[in-house]
């Protein structure tokens, strides 16, 4: 004691300290996270002003045996104990909130007089009110206490945690292998992962430290392990455990595509009840819940039901959606944390015939998850809904045009789809493309009108196909294949 914070470097130590019976303050901390330097500030001047208590210090990452034993997930992190009993513990950057519950188990104030930081010399000494008022001038830095901001990161570096992130349908980031993991969150997700006997890859984020820096700022998610899903982050291990507790981590893989094993038989049957819509399910719901969810998903003109808010969201899907909501220019949209409210969560399932969330509505209509909002955006179709319905002004044809064309940076104009083409000629340069190994965009010119006759009139090129490098116009299939047969095709298209 004495006044000072103390490391620990093992558990028996800590139980040592603990069965004394005098007050201990146990912080959680990294030190790559800002929101932890800060609070330790703070936690250092609190170890001052009451010296009659221990206050010790673990780092995470280094003693995750420790960070175990406490269910610790993310940091700061605080455990409180008294009498040698585990008696409360606190999550986040709040100081004083950490320290009202110090003066609490030190015996300085009761639980009626609460810490602020215009009040706080009632629960601590004068030392820590400057370092609080300081930190509350900004409480905004402390709000995403547990995460790393993004940003700082080469091109070189974001290309390559791209690449990992999208090695692998299902893609584990962890500490050590599946075979040998080397921290207890690891081992707790790898197991969950093969009880969902879904294939999937993984990266020991200890045998590369750039890698295991970097995809900190990267996803903006501060620990490991970190699990990705068609390369859209789900969290770490205590959402996995929660999603697989709840069975909606199988739901996940099963809309996105990754097949498992349990999920084999039931595959036909699924596909066969179709998506979206309100289907014969929905008649196992209450009125009272079915007019309750009416009137949430009407509630707004565009409606969004995700896990979190759209200002810190729990889920990569919630936060892609969020985002391209955002992109669009909808600043002004309704959204539901289904985490708040199992009812709701699971009622709306059957009501719209949708297993998983995040899940989008517009004027009381489905739209999809996080996978068809983003196709919708990339084709342009998002845009063309909501302008459609009046949410956004619907843009002049020329730039609506442009925008098309500049929407990858390799655009095909067709009749049909690359999967199922509608004429002869957009099925060459489709098959053209893909020998070339050629990544495309492309949009169904059958499908609107006006974009088929407005590009014709834009480009000089009466006739499609027509396929577009950087927002230039290439030509159609006689130009493709001549470029294909002279080998310029694939070293225009990439360069």
Not at 70 to 93: M, Q, W
Request: hydrophobic residues 35%; proline residues 5%; aromatic residues 8%.
């Amino acid at each position: 004691m004495g006044g000072s914070v103390k490391d620990v470097a093992s558990k028996a130590e800590l139980d040592n300290v603990r069965q004394s019976g005098a007050p201990v303050i146990l912080h959680f901390w990294a030190s790559w996270c800002d929101a932890s330097k800060q609070m330790d500030q703070v936690f250092s001047h609190l170890a001052t002003d009451f010296p009659r208590a221990h206050f010790l210090r673990v780092e995470a990452e280094e003693y995750p045996d420790i960070s175990e034993a406490y269910s610790v997930s993310a940091v700061p992190f605080f455990v409180f104990f008294k009498d040698g009993k585990n008696v409360d513990r606190l999550e986040g950057a709040d100081p004083s909130s950490l320290a009202n519950k110090v003066a609490k188990v030190a015996g300085s104030i009761t639980s009626a007089e609460p810490a602020a930081p215009a009040s706080l010399g009632l629960a601590a000494g004068p030392t820590v009110l400057e370092t609080v008022k300081e930190i509350a001038k900004d409480p905004g830095s402390l709000k995403a206490e547990d995460r790393a901001k993004p940003g700082g990161l080469t091109d070189a570096i974001k290309e390559c945690l791209e690449q990992l992130i999208n090695s692998h349908p299902v893609m584990l980031f962890m500490k050590g292998s599946p075979e040998e993991p080397r921290c207890g969150f690891s081992r707790k997700v790898v197991n969950i992962l093969k009880e969902e006997k879904v294939q999937f890859g993984s990266f020991d984020i200890l045998s590369d430290n750039e890698v295991r820096e970097g995809l900190k700022k990267f996803s903006n998610w501060p620990t490991y392990p970190q699990l990705y899903c068609k390369g859209e982050l789900l969290g770490g291990s205590d959402i996995v455990i929660a999603m697989h507790e709840s069975g909606e981590l199988e739901e996940v893989f099963r809309d996105h595509g990754i097949t498992t094993v349990n999920a084999i038989d039931s595959k036909e049957i699924r596909d066969g009840a179709g998506k979206g819509g309100i289907s014969s399910n929905s008649t196992g719901l209450s009125q009272a819940l079915r007019s309750r969810l009416e009137g949430l998903i009407n509630s707004h003109s565009v409606m969004l039901f995700m896990k979190g808010k759209p200002e810190q969201p729990s889920c990569g899907f919630s936060g892609k959606v969020v985002e391209i909501l955002k992109q669009e220019n909808i600043d002004e949209f309704g959204s539901f944390d289904i985490l708040s409210d199992d009812e709701v969560r699971q009622g709306l399932k059957l009501y719209s015939n949708w297993s998983s969330y995040p899940q989008l509505y517009i004027n009381g209509e489905l739209i999809g998850g996080s996978d068809i909002v983003l196709e919708m955006q990339k084709s342009g179709e998002l845009r063309k809904v909501l302008s459609e319905k009046g949410m956004i002004p619907k843009p002049k044809l020329e730039d609506r045009l442009r925008e098309l064309i500049n929407s990858s940076k390799v655009m095909l104009f067709m009749k049909g789809s690359p999967e199922s083409p509608r004429c002869g000629f957009s099925s060459k340069v489709v098959n053209a493309l893909r020998e070339e190994g050629v990544s495309f965009g492309s949009f169904d010119i059958l499908t609107d009108g006006e974009v088929r006759e407005g590009l014709k009139r834009l480009s000089d090129w009466p006739t499609f196909p027509q396929l577009y490098h950087e927002g230039e116009l290439i030509g159609g299939c006689d130009i493709v294949m001549e470029m294909k047969n002279s080998g310029s095709l694939k070293s225009t298209l990439t360069g």
